[in-house]
């Protein structure tokens, strides 16, 4: 086995996953006067989704207004242009994190298509597994992409199949046949509202209602922000259209919830939403209560990462007895985001989005909780701030299994280099990070994390093992490639 230090990790290209995306939509029966203010304070709730770009489009009598850029949604987003396309009848909403195609303007959502039958705009959270395949086929047709996202093939294929069928809605149907792997979409047409989720359910999608109007969103938390009363999730292989005239639902024959991502629960999601049925609080707090049964420890207290690792932190107390305490502060004004400093700065990184309180672990055993590991790196740093500020062992306890495969479905990381877990043992990963010991949470475990839901999950990032087929090895963005670099 190769002996590797942690400066051996220090210029791969990620740490703690990154996260999906935010969509939201919004019908109202009538002319609405704050339809794209709703809009906006929606995807505030969901900007943890994402925070590369984000936009609005709203629907005014068939006619639909877009804006979006580069940036988080109060940089997008003045009281100058929300005041200048708040009015209409139905608007959605989109914050990004790119998983295919880069940073620019160009692949913020939402998107827009203009046809002959009319137009569309488009939001997409997920990946397709078979964007490459479909792009190709597209291409060779004649079509022109003007993005690298794989939301414009959904956009392509939905059209082409508006062409020949009756309505926007059997249009979607017909094209859900073609598209393979993640997807949950919020669009509308000069009519109508619609929300589709992926026959596997992969990434959530949930409906509500505010009076008479109807909601759809990626996460209930974003009910909450606009005053919506939460309905139902949105099934998987499920599509629904709303109209003048009322709401209306379709169903895939082939449909078959197994595929949500456990993640979701683990890490994407906010605590305080809802998920397929089952509080994100809850499924964190019972991983660490898991965790303390699994791994148990001596120890003095129970400390949590932020944010994803605190309810776990709170389990494992509760299961173990340890005393829970604050043990970091976070810089609130530092997103997940936040811009790495230069390399020969690296090592004081951590130090400016966390801060130890070191009364609470001075002189003590501390376990110290975290939603997973993937690199390594920002574990072994904090796991030294710890020690610098006192703590005589830092027991390091995971409320994931070990991360060891690509994931396809949403997540940056479409292969292993760089996961630490798919090239060291656990008494490996635990001296690379210099702790004293490590656990995580087991398989098992996994799929009795989210007590309420009636669905299977995707753990494929930890067992290989996934409820589709996986993409082919082509370079997903080749068009973001140097000449040189391209097949």
């Known amino acids: 086995m190769e002996d590797y230090t942690m400066t051996d990790w220090d210029d791969l290209p990620f740490d703690k996953l990154h996260e999906e995306c935010g969509v939201f939509g919004i019908y109202h029966?009538?002319?609405?006067?704050?339809?794209?203010?709703?809009?906006?304070?929606?995807?505030?709730?969901?900007q943890h989704r994402g925070q590369e770009s984000c936009g609005i489009a709203v629907n005014r009598d068939g006619v639909i207004s877009c804006h979006k850029d580069v940036g988080l949604v109060n940089d997008v987003f003045s009281a100058d242009v929300l005041g200048k396309m708040t009015k209409?009848?139905?608007?959605?909403?989109?914050?990004?994190?790119?998983?295919?195609?880069?940073?620019?303007?160009?692949?913020?959502?939402?998107?827009?298509?203009?046809?002959?039958?009319?137009?569309?705009?488009?939001?997409?959270?997920?990946?397709?597994?078979?964007?490459?395949?479909?792009?190709?086929?597209?291409?060779?047709?004649?079509?022109?992409?003007?993005?690298?996202?794989?939301?414009?093939?959904?956009?392509?294929?939905?059209?082409?199949?508006?062409?020949?069928?009756?309505?926007?809605?059997?249009?979607?149907?017909?094209?859900?046949?073609?598209?393979?792997?993640?997807?949950?979409?919020v669009m509308m047409s000069s009519t109508k509202l619609i929300a589709a989720r992926d026959p596997h359910g992969f990434r959530p999608l949930c409906m509500g209602h505010i009076g008479e109007d109807v909601v759809f969103a990626s996460e209930s938390c974003a009910l909450d922000?606009?005053?919506?009363?939460?309905?139902?999730?949105?099934?998987?292989?499920?599509?629904?259209?709303?109209?003048?005239?009322?709401?209306?639902?379709?169903?895939?024959?082939?449909?078959?919830?197994?595929?949500?991502?456990?993640?979701?629960?683990?890490?994407?999601?906010?605590?305080?939403?809802?998920?397929?049925?089952?509080?994100?609080?809850?499924?964190?707090?019972?991983?660490?209560?898991?965790?303390?049964?699994?791994?148990?420890?001596?120890?003095?207290?129970?400390?949590?990462?932020?944010?994803?690792?605190?309810?776990?932190?709170?389990?494992?107390a509760r299961q173990s007895g340890i005393p829970y305490g604050l043990g970091f502060i976070k810089n609130k004004y530092i997103g997940r985001t936040f811009i790495q400093p230069e390399q020969k700065q690296r090592q004081n990184a951590v130090r400016i989005k966390l801060n130890v309180i070191s009364e609470t672990v001075r002189g003590k055993r501390v376990v110290m909780v975290d939603d997973s590991l993937v690199r390594g790196t920002t574990s072994a740093r904090i796991v030294r701030l710890l020690r610098e500020a006192g703590a005589t062992e830092v027991h390091v306890r995971l409320s994931a299994p070990p991360f060891t495969h690509p994931c396809f479905f949403g997540t940056d990381v479409d292969s292993?280099?760089?996961?630490?877990?798919?090239?060291?043992?656990?008494?490996?990963?635990?001296?690379?990070?210099?702790?004293?010991?490590?656990?995580?949470?087991?398989?098992?475990?996994?799929?009795?994390?989210?007590?309420?839901?009636?669905?299977?999950?995707?753990?494929?990032?930890f067992t290989g093992e996934y409820p589709v087929s996986v993409p082919c090895e082509k370079a997903k963005h080749r068009f973001e490639q140097p000449l040189s670099g391209r097949e």
């Open 88 to 185: 209409g009848q139905a608007a959605v909403g989109h914050c990004r994190y790119a998983t295919t195609g880069t940073l620019n303007r160009n692949n913020a959502q939402p998107m827009l298509v203009n046809h002959r039958k009319g137009t569309m705009a488009l939001c997409h959270n997920g990946n397709l597994t078979n964007a490459f395949q479909l792009r190709e086929g597209l291409e060779e047709t004649g079509a022109i992409f003007h993005t690298t996202s794989d939301t414009e093939v959904i956009a392509y294929i939905i059209t082409q199949q508006r062409l020949k069928c009756a309505s926007i809605e059997a249009a979607v149907l017909a094209a859900m046949g073609q598209l393979e792997g993640a997807y949950s979409l």
């Open 29 to 46: 029966k009538g002319e609405a006067e704050n339809l794209a203010s709703d809009v906006y304070h929606a995807l505030y709730a969901l």
């Open 416 to 461: 292993t280099d760089g996961l630490i877990a798919a090239k060291h043992s656990h008494e490996e990963i635990c001296r690379i990070i210099g702790a004293d010991s490590i656990g995580f949470l087991s398989l098992d475990a996994c799929d009795k994390l989210a007590a309420h839901s009636q669905c299977g999950f995707c753990k494929g990032c």
């Open 225 to 316: 922000a606009v005053g919506a009363t939460f309905d139902r999730d949105i099934e998987a292989g499920e599509v629904v259209v709303v109209s003048s005239e009322g709401v209306k639902s379709y169903k895939l024959e082939n449909a078959r919830h197994d595929g949500m991502c456990v993640f979701e629960y683990i890490y994407f999601a906010r605590p305080d939403s809802v998920v397929d049925g089952s509080s994100v609080h809850e499924a964190r707090v019972r991983a660490g209560s898991f965790l303390a049964l699994e791994h148990p420890v001596q120890a003095d207290v129970v400390i949590g990462v932020p944010d994803s690792g605190l309810d776990a932190a709170i389990g494992f």
